[in-house]
Every structure is written in C-alpha cells, then in structure tokens.
C-alpha cells in the first residue's frame, strides 16, 4: 500500500511541476519589454511666421499628432542668436534652470534634450528671446523618436 500511495504521490508532484513550468512559460509570454516596439524618428516643427524684432519674446506652442520623444533641436544658422526661456510639456517646464538656454550652446554641443514624452494632442511650448539686432523669422524642429 505504501509503496502505491509513493508512486502515486510522485507522479501527482510530476504533473504539477509540469504545470507550474506550463504556467509560467503562460506568464512570461505575456510579459512586455518598456519602451516602443517600433520607432520611427518625426519632428515637430515651430514657425514664427514673421521676424520677431530685437528682444521680442514669444511663446510657439504646437501639438503633436503622435506619441513623440523629443530628444533634439534643429533649427537653422540663422536662428543661432536666440535664447530658448523654456520649453513646456503641458503645464511642466523641461529645464531646471530659470535664466533659459542659448541656442548658440545647442548648436555648438549637440545638446540632447531633457524632455518629457509628448502625448497627442498635448500643448508643447517653446518660449524664445531674439538677441538679434535685427528681425528674424524664427523656426525649429523638436527630434526624437515617434510611436506608431
């Protein structure tokens, strides 16, 4: 009888690690990696439309039409004398620093941004200062990866 009873327990305990390893092959399947599974690189663009004048400051404000990662500012030579006061995500200010940050150091460090994810929709701002002695029609480009 005992020798039946231990038989029967071991294949019991057999079936249940069989089990157990099928389950968890089930949960691990289900588990995802963070982060996009496809990217493609977008740009969000910016346009004064007219110059601005010489210590003129104006708030850009877009809105992604995807999910977007912005990593980098683009911007053309020309738009190299300006100061970039803040840039929003939201209501939420990406620099830590009040006194902004000059584009000429962007240009010149290939500065990779601080940003947060931009959602669809959601109001993104670029507060900028001409330092120009002259007006300049002022445009960007916020790089990064998109979702699709």
Request: charged letters at 20%.
């Given at each position: 009888?005992?020798?039946l009873d231990?038989?029967?327990?071991?294949?019991?305990?057999t079936?249940?690690?069989?089990?157990?390893?099928e389950?968890i092959?089930r949960?691990?399947?289900?588990?995802?990696?963070d982060g996009?599974?496809?990217?493609k690189p977008r740009?969000?663009n910016?346009?004064?439309?007219i110059?601005l004048?010489p210590?003129q400051?104006?708030?850009?404000?877009?809105?992604?039409?995807?999910?977007?990662?912005?990593?980098?500012?683009?911007f053309?030579?020309?738009?190299?004398?300006?100061?970039?006061?803040?840039?929003?995500v939201g209501?939420?200010?990406q620099?830590?620093?009040?006194?902004?940050?000059?584009?000429?150091?962007?240009?010149l460090?290939?500065?990779k941004?601080?940003?947060?994810?931009?959602q669809?929709s959601?109001?993104v701002?670029i507060?900028?200062?001409?330092l120009?002695?002259?007006?300049?029609h002022?445009?960007?480009?916020?790089?990064g990866?998109?979702v699709?």
């Open positions: 009888m005992f020798v231990y038989y029967a327990a071991i294949k019991h305990a079936e249940t690690i069989v089990n157990f390893d389950r092959a949960l691990e399947s289900m588990i995802s990696e996009p599974k496809k990217t740009y969000l910016f346009d004064s439309i110059g004048e210590n400051t104006v708030v850009l404000t877009e809105q992604p039409q995807i999910v977007f990662k912005a990593e980098f500012l683009f053309p030579h020309s738009c190299s004398n300006f100061l970039i006061k803040h840039i929003s209501k939420l200010y620099f830590v620093s009040a006194t902004g940050l000059y584009l000429d150091i962007i240009r460090n290939n500065y941004l601080p940003c947060d994810a931009l669809i959601q109001d701002s507060e900028i200062t001409n120009n002695e002259e007006n300049v002022f445009y960007c480009s916020l790089y990866p998109a699709d």
